[in-house]
């Protein structure tokens, strides 16, 4: 095995790779093609189904399933992360949540409505493995680059993330545009062919086309997970594999993440800086994180499109237009950090999101809501870029990386739980997702109020 010195060209884009890998997840399953397919299984107007013995609105069901999910990598994240230190084997977790998430994309393809539960445990895994494999994978910043290198190669990262997931898009894009390319089968009944009018086989040839997509969403399910599992390889070989203590798991080790996370926020207290500025990122980071889970559900829903073809093309465009600008936004953010600082960048971001939010309250047309995935993407890359590595740098000297960043994701985590669960409530009670977003602003003035009382990052604490 290679061992590659900290702060070694090879060592960080091996790091960044990590991203190109898992972020094809995040833009084709939570992002674009599954919430299209999703309210494509909704053949009425009125989009509830049955699930766990109550009657959901369609989009509540999927944001609480969401939630649940987060609920459950905050509590198991510490847990193991604390046996990744004890045994001194992270990378042997990042590997599992890998796979774990990989065959939960593969799963998808058989997700229906008849088979409710079996088909979110697949969209369960699927997202437990993303954000859990991040609870390691965001660990590794502090060991392989020097704080003067954080803020860069973490932007390189979502940079790298969100190109590689865009060609893969792409791909998946022009399956479900034009299914008969890829030997989707279009046929039509004969007898329609024969006897229907001109307007029977349009409509018949629109329903075959329209059937050929939804199974080429289902094969885009199984291209996420290959590539997700292949191109980590890469990153696996390289990174660290970490101390080899030669321990044992017992039952005291089990708990002893959350004895970690105890001894970290002890420490916290006595670190002003860090402290305030975790407070910041629990509540704007609670807002950022739902409106990026539940965007393509509220354009499906509550735009304004023609056809379903058109409805299609339209949200996936967006989701294009939002990756594409989202690598410009996190380099201008990284250059912005750079010279203004990066708590005064971070409240300028996060007035911007607080404006996103009024603007797709109002918003009906497809044009407004290509409009609003520009700004979505010039401050989607940033604010997660910047936030990660704000984080990074204001930790104390300490080798012990994993459970500073296990803290750091149970914040996260928490907070998007409570974030998915008001958002899913408030429209399961008011039925519109409109009034769900409009709640947000409300996290994002909180957030703007904490980093505002962060010191300044140049300003040395007594």
């Known amino acids: 095995m290679i061992q590659l010195e900290k702060g070694s060209k090879k060592l960080l884009n091996a790091w960044a790779f990590y991203d190109w890998a898992n972020s094809v997840y995040t833009l084709t399953i939570a992002s674009s093609i599954f919430p299209i397919f999703y309210s494509a299984l909704f053949l009425s107007e009125v989009k509830t189904v049955e699930a766990f013995g ?26 193991l992360s604390g046996i990744a230190d004890y045994v001194g084997n992270k990378k042997n977790f990042l590997k599992f949540f890998c796979y774990v998430g990989s065959a939960g994309c593969i799963g998808l393809y058989w997700f229906n409505l008849e088979q409710i539960h079996l088909s979110l445990l697949f969209y369960f895994m699927g997202l437990i493995g993303y954000w859990g494999s991040l609870v390691f994978y965001n660990s590794y910043l502090p060991d392989i680059a020097y704080p003067e290198q954080q803020d860069s190669v973490s932007a390189k990262g979502f940079s790298m993330g969100y190109l590689g997931s865009v060609l893969l898009l792409i791909f998946n894009l022009l399956m479900v545009m034009y299914p008969q390319f890829f030997g989707f089968d279009l046929s039509i009944a004969p007898s329609i062919l024969e006897t229907g009018t001109q307007a029977e086989i349009q409509l018949a040839m629109d329903a075959a086309k329209d059937l050929a997509s939804v199974k080429a969403m289902k094969i885009s399910f199984i291209t996420v997970g290959i590539w997700w599992a292949l191109f980590s390889q890469y990153s696996f070989y390289f990174l660290p594999k970490g101390t080899k203590s030669g321990h044992k798991v017992t039952r005291a080790v089990i708990f002893n993440g959350l004895k970690e996370l105890r001894e970290v926020w002890k420490e916290l207290k006595q670190n002003l800086r860090l402290k305030r500025y975790l407070y910041a990122f629990f509540v704007f980071s609670m807002a950022v994180q739902t409106i990026m889970l539940v965007a393509v559900y509220f354009g499906e829903e509550e735009i304004s499109w023609g056809t379903d073809s058109e409805k299609t093309m339209g949200l996936i465009v967006s989701i294009l237009v939002i990756q594409l600008v989202a690598i410009l936004g996190a380099y201008v953010t990284s250059k912005a950090s750079a010279k203004y600082g990066n708590i005064k960048t971070l409240i300028a971001v996060n007035f911007v999101w607080m404006f996103l939010c009024f603007y797709a ?21 940033g604010v997660q870029s910047l936030g990660r590595s704000t984080y990074s740098k204001f930790l104390p000297e300490t080798e012990d990386t994993t459970s500073y960043f296990s803290f750091y994701d149970v914040a996260e985590k928490i907070g998007i739980v409570i974030g998915m669960v008001i958002f899913a409530t408030v429209d399961q009670i008011t039925g519109t997702m409109r009034n769900a977003i409009l709640v947000l602003v409300v996290f994002f003035i909180g957030g703007i109020i904490l980093l505002f009382r962060v010191p300044d990052e140049n300003k040395r604490l007594p």
Not at 54 to 74: D, G, M, P, W
Not at 362 to 378: K, N
């Open 54 to 79: 109550t009657e959901f609105k369609s989009t509540a069901l999927i944001t609480y399933v969401t939630a649940f999910t987060f609920l459950v990598v905050a509590i198991t994240s510490p847990i």
């Open 361 to 381: 309250y109002m918003m009906h047309t497809p044009m407004e809501f290509y409009i609003a995935a520009g700004i979505v993407g010039l401050v989607m890359g």
